[in-house]
């Protein structure tokens, strides 16, 4: 019998894991001080590519953006003068959405033409990690360039177009089979807009580091723009915030 993913995960990086943990729990105390914590809504214009190795001179194929979502929870410290750490856990939907043309002609029993628009969709939960340069630039407004990563591990998905024949039977669908990546990494830069230390916009890039997919003809990537909506329960909660 296979062993679950994250069991194989924390099997193989015990040692490390554990280690890690243990120097969480003596740094917490302090690191808690000051903390500013919240929830995060994420809106994103969604796409991925696909790049064929073995036809390099292809070059790399885009499918058209998909409007998806993430929710989560955020905590940010301020490490030193204006740098600041933030690292979230978000439920979060990736994928695109393909335009497609099916028909069969001139055989004994006709497809007619049709037009889909095949939504495809894979939830993942994430884990952020940012660094951003606060610098005040105004009394309420603050601007701030930032760059980070993220760990996803892929739950579920809903991919239409495994689905729809014949779509399902060419090229790249064909190559999907269950070929996708349960843990990918991402990079984002950006910047954020911060309104009366309470609120914040993130507006990201979000690039693929390692593949959804790859197998000997497909290789499939992350291509994402986000906005990020981050509400800061700390503040609102706190009576002497500003």
Known sequence: MK??????IFMKYKKIILVILFAMSLSAPCYLQNIDYGLVLETN?????????????????QWNSLNTFGVGMYASKQVYEHLHVTTALLFRQRGYKENAQTGVIFTPDPI???Y?????RFNYISLDAKVKYLKKNSNK??????????????????IESERMYPINETYPVNQYQDNWKRLNL??????????????????EFNRSITPLLKVETLVVKD????????????????????
């Open 112 to 114: 007619p033409f049709s």
């Open 3 to 8: 062993q679950p993913f994250l069991k194989k």
């Open 186 to 203: 991402n990079y984002a830069i950006g910047f954020s807009l911060y309104q009366l230390n309470k609120y914040s916009l993130d507006f």
């Open 45 to 61: 214009l969604s796409s991925q590519t696909n790049t064929d190795p073995t036809k390099p001179d292809d070059g790399k194929f």
């Open 116 to 120: 889909p628009s095949l939504q495809n």
């Open 223 to 242: 291509w994402i723009w986000s906005m990020k909506l981050n509400i800061s329960v700390q503040k609102l909660l706190s009576s002497d915030s500003k």
């Open 141 to 158: 407004l603050k601007i701030s360039p930032l760059i980070g990563f993220s760990a996803n591990f892929l739950v579920s998905d809903n």
